[in-house]
T-cell receptor
Framework: GQQVMQIPQYQHVQEGEDFTTYCNSS?????IQWYKQRPGGHPVFLIQ?????EVKKQKRLTFQFGEAKKNSSLHITATQTTDVGTYFC??????????FGQGTRLTINP | DVKVTQSSRYLVKRTGEKVFLECVQD?????MFWYRQDPGLGLRLIYF???????EKGDIPEGYSVSREKKERFSLILESASTNQTSMYLC?????????????FGPGTRLLVL
């Protein structure tokens, strides 16, 4: 079945440093979604990418969908303490169910 | 705003007990999902439902069952709880139709099976 791998599992940065998490699928995805889960909270939808090569920005967050629609990345510029949490990618393969990556847990040293 | 609620935030049960986890959404969503979240494994789909009285197995349905008698309510049942079912359980809902829609999550139930 479809597998979505996400790296790294953990990332610790100094406040102000950049952060990137990568997501790779074993199969071509129809779209990819990104979620953020704050410590003690639940996953909250951030964005969905649909088109090959698509790039979307939300303030300091930049999301990319690969040309082959098998990988994606989330980059945060100049991290702030409010960025702490676990970031999940999740992909659909055609009409199948949403498959989540393992998540990247971001911690920040203020 | 979509609101997804779960009956308990924390639950402690004994091995062999029957456990009910309830989830309610208030936005008339067609789709509802149950996941469990474990460190290093992300979110794994247990069961989902696209309509009342309809259910589909997810990736890890063994040891679980579900019930959807009303559109707004989706229950997860552990027929005989075991220690390996200690986990965080998350319910989610989405509007309907295609899978490619935003999922809205409840606050989660942290279950400890002793």
């Amino acid at each position: 079945g479809q597998q979505v791998m996400q790296i790294p599992q953990y990332q610790h940065v100094q406040e102000g440093e950049d952060f990137t998490t990568y997501c790779n699928s074993s199969t071509t995805l129809s779209n990819i979604q990104w979620y953020k889960q704050r410590p003690g909270g639940h996953p909250v939808f951030l964005i969905q990418l649909v088109k090959s090569g698509e790039v979307k920005k939300q303030k300091r967050l930049t999301f990319q969908f690969g040309e082959a629609k098998k990988n994606s990345s989330l980059h945060i510029t100049a991290t702030q303490t409010t960025d702490v949490g676990t970031y999940f990618c999740a992909g659909h393969e055609g009409a199948q169910k949403l498959v989540f990556g393992q998540g990247t847990r971001l911690t920040i040293n203020p | 705003d979509v609101k997804v609620t779960q009956s308990s935030r924390y639950l402690v049960k004994r091995t062999g007990e029957k456990v009910f986890l309830e989830c309610v959404q208030d936005m008339d969503h067609e789709n509802m999902f149950w996941y469990r979240q474990d460190p290093g494994l992300g979110l794994r789909l247990i069961y989902f439902s696209y309509d009342v009285k309809m259910k589909e197995k997810g990736d890890i349905p063994e040891g679980y069952s579900v019930s959807r008698e009303k559109k707004e309510r989706f229950s997860l049942i552990l027929e005989s709880a075991s220690t390996n079912q200690t986990s965080m359980y998350l319910c989610a809902s989405s509007l309907g139709g295609a899978h490619s829609e935003t999922q809205y999550f409840g606050p989660g139930t942290r279950l400890l099976v002793l």
